[in-house]
């Protein structure tokens, strides 16, 4: 239903977001769901974009948690794109295989305990926010994480699932490069 917009085809202001999106992620992070937003709302694409960057790839938590978090909110959620996108992310970033695996058949037995809690957290988070209460901050608070680093698992979860929305209104497929990289790596 939508169409990309590929780099070579793409206005300075948008080359200039994609650029961003190389430099910082390399030529395989321009992904299909950027290109749609690069074809059609260039406000969102630079809002999501930011976003993507200063929550993802920035702040406290290592971004290795970041990804798994990612896959596993949206693997909750059902949304295959963003669970495909960051499981490659993943690999690319060598994460443990045995990890991801476990994340993608929803186990857990995750190690470090950590780890596995802010997967738990996130999903709780991810699914009814409502439900979140002060015991689930204290036992990441327990397991070593501080605030901040809370206040970032929030806003990784309240990104996971914006994205999730968007790739799953947009309707998108999986990049061709992506599933190369996910049977490759």
Not at 64 to 74: D, G, P, Q, R, T
Not at 163 to 185: C, P
Request: with cysteine; aromatic share 8%.
């Amino acid at each position: 239903m939508y169409s990309f917009l590929e780099y070579g085809d793409a206005p300075e202001p948008v080359k200039k977001i994609y650029d961003d999106i190389i430099g910082c992620l390399g030529n395989e992070g321009l992904v299909d769901y950027f290109k749609v937003l690069g074809r059609y709302n260039i406000i969102v694409l630079d809002v999501t974009w930011n976003t993507l960057k200063n929550i993802l790839l920035g702040g406290e938590l290592p971004r290795s948690l970041k990804e798994l978090v990612f896959i596993a909110v949206s693997n909750e959620k059902n949304c295959s794109y963003c669970t495909d996108i960051h499981t490659a992310m993943c690999k690319l970033l060598n994460v443990n295989e045995g990890d991801i695996q476990k994340i993608l058949a929803k186990g857990t037995n995750l190690n470090p305990k950590r780890v596995k809690l802010s997967i738990e957290f996130s999903i709780k988070m991810a699914i009814n926010p409502g439900l979140i209460v002060e015991s689930d901050h204290q036992t990441l608070l327990d397991a070593g994480l501080t605030k901040s680093q809370i206040f970032e698992l929030m806003a990784l979860v309240s990104l996971v699932n914006y994205s999730n929305t968007l790739a799953q209104g947009m309707m998108i497929e999986v990049d061709q490069k992506v599933v190369s990289l996910l049977n490759d790596v």
